[in-house]
């Protein structure tokens, strides 16, 4: 049996017949996510990371490759709309930059990277650096 108060216990009942204002949720539901989810696997040839960042627009997502780090970024801007003839009660909207880099296991060809958006899932392909073999130097 475990004593422990639960998270949502009696400190939540307290605030909602207190302040039941402060469990009010937004119109739009969640805010601003805490961090970007991604998935991230290796073939011998490359790596492939899916990054989920719904309502995100292509044209606010940003990647950068810089050896072996990669960088995603994303400007989330979520508005109200007005139409003629109605009357604003309540106006909620966020707007807010995640950022999330991680370091990969080899080096990326940046080159050959590629990226892909589709409903609101950002898919890397992001071929591995072939290793160069040394070159050997002639001597005077």
Known sequence: MNHLI??????DDFF???APGFYVKPLHGDSLPAQIKVDVKE??????????LPGVP?????????GNVVTLRAEVKQEDRKTEGEKVLRNERYYGALTRSF?????????????KFDHGVLQLTLPKK???????????
């Open 103 to 115: 370091q990969m296991p080899a080096d990326i060809d940046d080159t050959a990277s590629k990226a």
């Open 130 to 140: 072939v290793a160069v073999a040394g070159q050997r130097l002639t001597i005077e």
């Open 58 to 66: 292509k044209e606010d997502i940003h990647v950068t490759v810089e």
């Open 6 to 11: 639960a998270r949502s216990g009696l400190l």
């Open 16 to 18: 909602k017949d207190v």
């Open 43 to 52: 073939t011998p040839a490359a790596f492939t990371v899916l990054a989920e």
